[in-house]
Structure formats: structure tokens, C-alpha cells
């Protein structure tokens, strides 16, 4: 082995993982033997042109990190200047990077006792001059052949694991670690960033998963809840004011479910629901990013949700697919419209949509014939029912005020089981159930996908979500091909949950008159529970006082350290097709 070779790989070991780059993948060589639009097969190319990234790509400060070899420079972040550019082979997650490693040390092998290349493989061997031309002894050619097979076994085993959950902790462990510094620094530079940086850790970061050794931020956000002052509050009084229900409901009762005012009879309009003539022209535009949601609520007379979601999945052919019965399908969703509360944000044009957008994202042409029917349906429906009967607060409050419903989910995604349970109980109705055309077996399977999407949208996830997606993106690129695969049901179950989180942040992504409503929308639902934890005597949490927010700070630090990273490892899996959604989302954050 070379002395570079040896060197790197010992500071590799000593010190820990930081950025490399992958010189063996090149985009098109698979994609040459695959064709486009087979099923469970999407064509992975790289950007063509340099573009505004996110913190993902700064050089790690950590000082395990500090005197580790790259061969390319970071990509400029999104919270840091734009003047260094990268190329698309900049690795950062650390299977992605153990990957690229072991594919080193096969090359390094390869060259040193001059091998002869196998194609069987298909695997890309770095051209390099031959180190030597002295011819090594038969039993040292041997062994470097024997050791090459079992690195290429090694190889098999780890190109073909499955990046879900265990090896993308690693990644999500280093994220959080590199996010927690980011915005340590974004906390000192004014009062306001230090608010905002407490808000973005207690709602996006799972506290459960984090490590042990606090950060500065994490410190403030502990300080700040120690030194606050306490005033006592019973546990009935927090249960009454918040769900305006006594403490003794039943716990065998799902709160907040209400009888069926009356089924659906007569003939199905053309959307679901009566509309103005105007509103066949915004309908027009749900396979679009960023209709207007708003215009279309008025136009259907506040049946957005149902006007929505009707007409998607007709258009998709699903109503025929699965013998759903309109009529069912439009009772099912004015029933589940009725149990969506009258919330700034959280109401039923914020469930229509997050139903729209998935809508957009699945039919992005990169995922063509990926999903089956059933999924797609599935996702559908767990992007319109995924907000159903929320109070208008968030998790961390009904875990602080002892509500019943944090006492009945012990304090896990909250808000997200009473979603699913609620729309799960709106099916049990016969005039509801419009699932009654498919088998037991898919019925078992829209259960799944459904519970695992709406699970999914608990923002304490995002860094795992993340982490999760830009380990698969990653970890494909390594394997030295330009084509993703999805025939396992856990890569794709990954992409809804990915797809849906993203239409739950896409916000900000969307037309700027649409931006500024949901903004506006959702800094009074904070604010009103401000008020209300300052009825009760509780610590208003970050971003709650209306009397202490500065919006546009708080709305940069959002797209920079939580939407911006996530759309851009998106629009890496499927590129080029979000560009337009990162330009709008890089313009609006200039607003």
C-alpha cells in the first residue's frame, strides 16, 4: 500500500469520519443499461449547473475532523458565502463514506499488486499508472486476489444493505451534531437568533436521540426553562383550557370524534362539491407546485380538502382502480373536513394541501412506475387526514399541560397518533367506508403506509428523516451507479415518509403571495398559544410571545437549517425536476 494510502487510512481510524469524494462514480453508465420508466428503477444525474447550498456541506469543525484529506473543496452552505463551488461527488454521510473508503482500498489493492480487472462486477476502477513493474511472487499475487474477493464480497454485502434506519444514524448523529453548532453561532449573533435557535432544536431535533453532550444552544434552551419562573398550575385546570373537555372523558374514547351529519346522495359534481364556475380553473393546476389553495377553499365554499382530494385521485384513475364509491369517498372526507378545526394553520386547506403537494412530488417524472397503485392511494390519503382534529398546539405543549391525550400516547408524536386514530375511526362508519372494493391483505396494507406517513410529519423526526434520505442518495451514488432502485418496500415506505414531510414544509417553496399567508398563518397559532401559556403560568415556549419575534430572522433560520437541506437532497434524488422548488424557495427567502 502506498504511503498516502496508509496514511489516510490511518487517520481515518484514529480520528473519525469528514467529507471525501467519490472518484470512481460516474452519472450514466448504469442509467446506459437500464431503460427509463421501469418500475422500482429511477435515473439518478447529477446538477449541471452550481447552485446555493445548505450547512450539510460545510467542512466539519469538529476535531476529529480537523487534519483528514479531501480531494474537493465543501460546497458553500446555505448559511455560510456562495464563493466556493463543489463538484457533485462530495460525500458527507458516514456509510456513504465508509463506502467510497473500502472502494479506495480496493482500488489502492488493485494497482499495487497489478491485478487484472474483473467486470463481472461492473465495478469502476480508478485509472492510475502502475506503481511498479516489478512482478510480485505467485503467493503474494495469491493472497491479493484472494483479498480482493472478499473485499468484493465485502462490498456485495454493504451496497445491498438496507440505509433505512440503523446505518442512517450515523448520519443523523453527525447532523444534529453539525446543526447544533450552526446554530450556536446563529444564537450569538442577536437576542432574537437566540430565540429562534431554541425554537428550531425543541421542535425539529428529537430530543430522545440526541447526544449527551449538550451543545451551547442546547444549554440556553436548559438555562432558560431552569431560570424561567414557575407558577403551579393544576393538571385540570391545563386539561380544560386546552381541549375544553373535563379531565374524566373516558380513555377508551377517541376525543373529538363526532357523529356523521348525513351521507352523500345524489348526483357527484365535477370536483366532489358545488363550486363557483371560477374554480375549474385552479383545478386545473393540481398536478402543479403552489396552486392557489386559498382561492380554491373560497371557490368551493370551504371544501378545499374534499374538493382536492376527490379530484386527484379520480384523475389518477384510483376511484375505478379500487371500486371506491363516490359517494362514500365524498361522505368520508366532508366527515373528515368536519372534524378539522378552525385553526390559523392547521385547518382543512392546510390538509388539501399537503395532499397537493404530495400529489406533485409523487408524480415527479424521475419516480415514474416506481409506486404501486395501493401506495400511491395510500399516500394520498394519509396527506389529506394527516392534521385531522388538531387543538391548534404543538407536542411539547400537551406533554407540559398533562393533557389526556399526552397521557393516553405516553408522551409519543402526541398529535400524530390522535390524527390517525381519528381519520381511522371516520372509516369505521359503513356510509364512510369507501374502502370497501379492496381485500383484507390491501386494506392491512393502506393501514401501514398510512400510519407509518402521518407518524412521519412529527417534525421531532426531521433530522432522522433527513438523515435517513441522504444516506439512500448517498449510499447509491457510492455503488458506482447512476440508477436508484426501489424494490424493496422499505426504500419506497422511506420515500412517502420523505414525500410527505416535505409537503409539510413546503411552505416556504411555494408562491410568495402563498408564503406570506401560511407564514403569517402560523406565527398566530404560535402566538395564541403564547397567550394561552401565559393564562396558565407557564414558560411561553421560543417563538410563542407575540410581543417578542422578530419574523424575518425566524423565517431565514427555518428555510436555512431545516427546509433548505432536506429540498436539496430531494432535488438530488430527482433531479432536475425541483429545481424550479429550490429557485422559489431561494427568491422567497430573500423577501
Known amino acids: 500500500m502506498t504511503s498516502s494510502s496508509a496514511w489516510r487510512r490511518k487517520q481515518w481510524t484514529q480520528r473519525g469520519w469528514t467529507s471525501t469524494t467519490i472518484a470512481d462514480w460516474r452519472p450514466g453508465k448504469a442509467a446506459d443499461r437500464s431503460p427509463a420508466g421501469v418500475a422500482g428503477v429511477q435515473h439518478l444525474l447529477p446538477t449541471a449547473q452550481p447552485r446555493r447550498e445548505s450547512f450539510l456541506y460545510r467542512p466539519s469543525t469538529d476535531e476529529r ?14 448559511v455560510a458565502s456562495t464563493e466556493h463551488q463543489h463538484g457533485d461527488d462530495l ?7 465508509l463506502l467510497a473508503s473500502l472502494k479506495n482500498v480496493r482500488n489502492n489493492l488493485i494497482a499495487i499488486a497489478n491485478l487484472p480487472i474483473n467486470d463481472e462486477r461492473h465495478r469502476p476502477i480508478t485509472k492510475r499508472p502502475p506503481l511498479h513493474s516489478v512482478p510480485l511472487p505467485d503467493e503474494v499475487t495469491h493472497c491479493a486476489q484472494e483479498t480482493l474477493d472478499e473485499l468484493d464480497w465485502c462490498l456485495d454485502q454493504l451496497e445491498t444493505i438496507q440505509t433505512h434506519r440503523s446505518v442512517s444514524e450515523m448520519a443523523s448523529s453527525k447532523f444534529r451534531k453539525m446543526l447544533n453548532k450552526e446554530l450556536s453561532h446563529f444564537a450569538e449573533s442577536s437576542k432574537s437568533g437566540t430565540q429562534v435557535s431554541q425554537f428550531l432544536i425543541s421542535t425539529y431535533m428529537d430530543r430522545e436521540d440526541e447526544d449527551p453532550q449538550s451543545s451551547l444552544v442546547e444549554f440556553q434552551v436548559t438555562h432558560a426553562s431552569s431560570s424561567a419562573p414557575s407558577t403551579s398550575t393544576t393538571s385540570e385546570t391545563s386539561q380544560m383550557s386546552l381541549l375544553g373537555k373535563a379531565k374524566t372523558a373516558a380513555m377508551s374514547r377517541i376525543s373529538g370524534v363526532r357523529k356523521l351529519r348525513s351521507a352523500y346522495g345524489g348526483q357527484i359534481p365535477e ?35 374534499t374538493a382536492i382530494t376527490y379530484t386527484i385521485l379520480k384523475n389518477r384513475g384510483l376511484l375505478k382502480a379500487f371500486e371506491i364509491p363516490s359517494g362514500a369517498l365524498i361522505t368520508y372526507l366532508l366527515h373528515l373536513e368536519h372534524h378539522y378545526r378552525d385553526n390559523p394553520y392547521h385547518n382543512l386547506i392546510h390538509g388539501g394541501d399537503v395532499a397537493q403537494s404530495t400529489n406533485v412530488l409523487i408524480s415527479c417524472p424521475s419516480l415514474t412506475g416506481v409506486f404501486s397503485e395501493l401506495e400511491v392511494l395510500s399516500a394520498i390519503f394519509a396527506s389529506a387526514v394527516h392534521d385531522v382534529d388538531h387543538p391548534g398546539f404543538t407536542n411539547q405543549y400537551l406533554i407540559n399541560s398533562n393533557s389526556e391525550l399526552a397521557i393516553m400516547y405516553n408522551d409519543e408524536s402526541v398529535l400524530e397518533q390522535h390524527h390517525l386514530a381519528v381519520a381511522f375511526k371516520l372509516l369505521q362508519d359503513s356510509n364512510c367506508d369507501f374502502l370497501v372494493g379492496l381485500s383484507k391483505k390491501q386494506r392491512q396494507m393502506f393501514r401501514k403506509i398510512s400510519i407509518e406517513m402521518v407518524l412521519a410529519t412529527d417534525m421531532s423526526k426531521h433530522m432522522s428523516l433527513l438523515a435517513d434520505l441522504k444516506t439512500m442518495v448517498e449510499a447509491k451514488k457510492v455503488a458506482g451507479s447512476s440508477v436508484l432502485t426501489f424494490d424493496k418496500f422499505n426504500d419506497r415506505l422511506q420515500l412517502l415518509q420523505s414525500m410527505i414531510h416535505l409537503s409539510d414544509l413546503s411552505n416556504p417553496t411555494k408562491p410568495i403571495e402563498l408564503y406570506q399567508n401560511w407564514n403569517q398563518r402560523i406565527l398566530e397559532e404560535y402566538w395564541r398559544q403564547g397567550d394561552r401559556e401565559r393564562d396558565l403560568g407557564l414558560e411561553i415556549s421560543p417563538m410563542c410571545d407575540r410581543n417578542n419575534v422578530t419574523i424575518e430572522k425566524s423565517q431565514v433560520g427555518f428555510i436555512d437549517y431545516i427546509v433548505h437541506p432536506i429540498f436539496e437532497t430531494w432535488a438530488d434524488l430527482v433531479y432536475p425536476h425541483a429545481q424550479n422548488i429550490l429557485d422559489q424557495l431561494v427568491m422567497n427567502r430573500e423577501w
Not at 475532523?65 to 452552505?77: G, N
Not at 458527507?92 to 463514506?97: E, I, K, L, M, S
Open 91 to 97: 460525500i458527507v454521510t458516514p456509510f456513504a463514506q
Open 271 to 305: 370536483f366532489g362539491v358545488e363550486g363557483q364556475r371560477e374554480l375549474a380553473v385552479h383545478m386545473q393546476r393540481l398536478d402543479e407546485w403552489g396552486p392557489n389553495v386559498f382561492k380554491i377553499n373560497e371557490l368551493s365554499k370551504g371544501h378545499s380538502l
Open 65 to 78: 475532523d480537523h487534519s483528514l484529506p479531501c480531494r474537493s473543496v465543501s460546497r458553500a452552505s446555505s
